[in-house]
């Protein structure tokens, strides 16, 4: 091969090369327009449900194998009055998969729920699924160390995740909202704890629902209205390990006609023994139905697989603003009082009664 031959050969090696490389970043600034196009539909999503999106400085990276975006004093705020503030954001994704960005938090990430708890958390990281009716069709977020301010409980880590379909359901058939959440080591402050029979830490808190119709706002007319097209919450599945207690439960709420919960729910509950002890040294139950109480909880209960404790399952119903075990009135609830509501005249602050039928 003549020398001329060779270097023609190398020219049109280089030549393509470059064009590779050329279509390759080509393909990366689209992939990065997508990404900021993405982030806009967001943006706009919240923007026409009466909310908004802000981005500080903005700068793209990760050439040559993925997009990402780092993101300054990143802030979201909702039309029911929550929020979320971030001081630095990184959310990267593969080329081939721009609209799904995995998140990286760093800072203090404050938090703004609906009726005005603020929250914060020493970081996290997430992932979300852009697209949809919502701009959103996946977010799922992991938080350490959230803390609600300005006194109470911490949690050593908490993780959470929504998922919305593609459309806005047109009625309470149609899932509109599936959530997701787990807490580990939820530390109570001690005033909260007082009032408690089974001590200060709740070693884990975690449920899976479904939200029937499309999701309303935390305004009393738009419950209203989600409640009478047939909205519900499906319980999958909720779980609580606190102390020697551990409870599994399943499912479906509802609100009534003075917007609190009522519904039905399946229950599974080991370690009741020392439960029901610690619930009437509390005064939550009287000591002479204690003995009762258990002789129940004992004969609803088989022994677990392999010998394990024995396990009560119990029919448990909430309505009119108390729990009731089977025929039984246990504990009442708190009134919930949403956003911009007053406390209707039934909604006393009874305190907690005996078991009583």
């Known amino acids: 091969m003549t020398r001329a031959r060779r270097l023609r050969i190398a020219l ?3 030549v ?6 050329a279509g390759w970043y080509g393909w990366w600034l689209l992939a990065g327009g997508l990404l900021q196009r993405s982030l806009d539909d967001w943006s706009r999503a919240e923007r026409a449900a009466g909310g908004g ?5 903005l700068t793209l990276g990760g050439f040559p194998f993925s997009v990402r975006a780092e993101a300054r004093e990143v802030a979201v705020s909702r039309s029911d009055g929550s929020g ?14 721009v609209t799904a960005p995995r998140l990286r938090m760093s800072g203090v990430q404050e938090i703004r729920l609906p009726g005005g708890q603020q929250i914060t958390a020493a970081g996290g990281e997430g992932r979300l699924s852009l ?7 996946l977010a799922r977020l992991a938080l350490t160390e959230v803390a609600a301010q300005p006194a109470g409980p911490v949690i050593d880590r908490l993780e959470l995740s929504v998922e919305l379909p593609a459309r806005t359901p047109v009625n309470g058939t149609e899932t509109g ?11 109570l402050t001690a005033a909260e ?7 200060p830490l709740v070693e884990r808190l975690a449920f899976n629902a479904r939200l029937q119709g499309a999701p309303p706002s935390a305004a009393p007319a738009s419950l209203a209205r989600w409640s009478q097209s047939g909205g519900s919450l499906l319980i999958d599945g909720a779980h609580l390990r606190w102390g020697a207690v551990s409870v599994d439960t399943s499912g479906a709420l509802e609100l009534d006609r003075d917007l609190q919960p009522a519904g039905t729910l399946t229950t599974a509950v080991t370690g009741f023994g020392p439960a029901v002890e610690a619930l009437a040294a509390a005064g939550w139950i009287r000591a002479k139905d204690v003995h009762t109480v258990k002789a129940v909880l004992t004969g609803l209960s ?4 392999g010998g394990g404790p024995p396990v009560a399952r119990l029919p448990i119903s909430l309505h009119d603003r108390f729990v009731h075990v089977g025929p039984f009135r246990l504990m009442p609830l708190p009134a919930l009082v949403w956003l911009g509501d007053q406390r209707m005249p039934n909604q006393t602050t009874e305190a907690a009664p005996a078991i009583r039928q």
């Open 302 to 305: 088989p022994r677990g697989a």
């Open 53 to 57: 999106v802000s981005v500080g400085a």
């Open 16 to 21: 393509a090369a470059a064009l590779a490389a």
């Open 131 to 137: 697209g949809g009716a919502s701009g959103i069709t």
């Open 177 to 187: 909202l599936t959530l997701a959440a787990a807490a580990e080591g939820v530390h």
């Open 193 to 199: 704890a007082a009032g408690l029979p089974l001590g």
């Open 84 to 97: 979320w503030r971030t001081p630095a954001l990184t959310a990267e994704a593969p080329l081939w998969s």
């Open 12 to 14: 049109v090696a280089l």
